[in-house]
């Protein structure tokens, strides 16, 4: 399902290629507010960039109903706890433009020049890469049709496979809080704190004792957790960090964190199957659109959608 949900997320059709940017005029957009969904504005200007959007992937669809979807989409992810950083965004821009051999530079020429934007781009990337975590949650939680550890130890033999392994880690998150009021003036502060608290780290189990002098540190025991069940924006750091180091430091929305690899371990049993059946797509294209479907039609529901 995961790697489905990606592939879905940025299949953009870049015509503009074959375009000669020097003959395009980007269109101009009043924006005035259309919809409110939930006490979030859409503007006539958001829609116009998702036709322009639509008509750069040659694709035919209504550009206010998807945005009223998008809107939905990223107030659940939100609920849901999930944030998508700007840099995740970027590292996924970049990889797109290079994706397309394209530079950097003609990809923004092509945003504009379409009437798409960069910036309405990304806002989609983060949309997609925010719901990809969103309807994996979900569908770990069984109300995609989850399957059971049996279920896909079996699959897997079937197949012709062995029970896979998968490592299995020990960590502890660390947290230098910095209230959102204080943010602008303290944070540079706090992540120098967090810096030098990193560079002593040496294991998991001294971690309270170097926090006790500090203010407003937060440690947490995450436990045992599977590589596949890691989260998406960590897991990267996490797999290349040695046992008894720290990630790197980053900020977020609590403050500034890094997480702290206690123990690691090559696992052999029915949950690790489970996790790497789900994590590798157990699920096929058209489960993973009807469960998408399904959310949705729930989240308008639920939704109070006001046209202006």
Not at 110 to 118: E, F, N, R, W, Y
Not at 136 to 164: C, F, H, I, N
Request: hydrophobic letters at 40%; aromatic letters at 6%; one cysteine or more.
């Amino acid at each position: 399902m995961r790697k489905y949900l990606f592939s879905a997320g940025f299949a953009l059709l870049v015509a503009a290629t074959s375009v000669s940017i020097a003959a395009m005029t980007p269109p101009a957009f009043a924006s005035q507010i259309k919809y409110v969904v939930n006490n979030i504005p859409i503007t006539t200007g958001d829609i116009a960039h998702r036709a322009a959007f639509f008509k750069l992937q040659r694709k035919k669809g209504d550009a206010a109903q998807e945005m009223i979807d998008q809107t939905l989409r990223l107030a659940e992810a939100r609920r849901l706890g999930i944030r998508i950083s700007d840099q995740q965004v970027d590292a996924a821009y970049q990889r797109f433009a290079s994706n397309n051999k394209m530079p950097l530079a003609k990809l923004d020429a092509v945003m504009s020049q379409s009437g798409v934007t960069k910036d309405h781009f990304k806002e989609f990337i983060r949309a997609q890469m925010a719901w990809n975590q969103a309807l994996s949650a979900r569908y770990r939680s069984g109300e995609g049709g989850s399957v059971t550890e049996q279920d896909a130890v079996r699959r897997m033999l079937d197949k012709g496979g062995s029970k896979p392994t998968a490592m299995e880690y020990m960590l502890q998150q660390v947290i230098f809080v910095v209230p959102a009021s204080e943010r602008a003036a303290t944070l540079g502060k706090r992540k120098r704190e967090a810096d030098a608290m990193r560079a002593r780290f040496n294991g998991c189990s001294t971690t309270r004792e170097f926090a006790k002098g500090l203010l407003d540190v937060t440690v947490r025991d995450l436990g045992r957790v599977l590589a596949p069940q890691l989260p998406s924006d960590w897991a990267e750091q996490i797999k290349a960090t040695k046992v008894g180091g720290a990630t790197p430091t980053r900020e977020t929305e609590r403050g500034v964190e890094f997480i702290g690899i206690c123990s690691s371990r090559e696992v052999s049993d029915d949950k690790a199957a489970q996790m790497v059946f789900q994590a590798e797509g157990g699920s096929n294209d058209k489960d993973a659109d009807e469960l998408s479907k399904k959310y949705v039609d729930e989240l308008r529901k639920k939704a109070t959608i006001v046209e202006r």
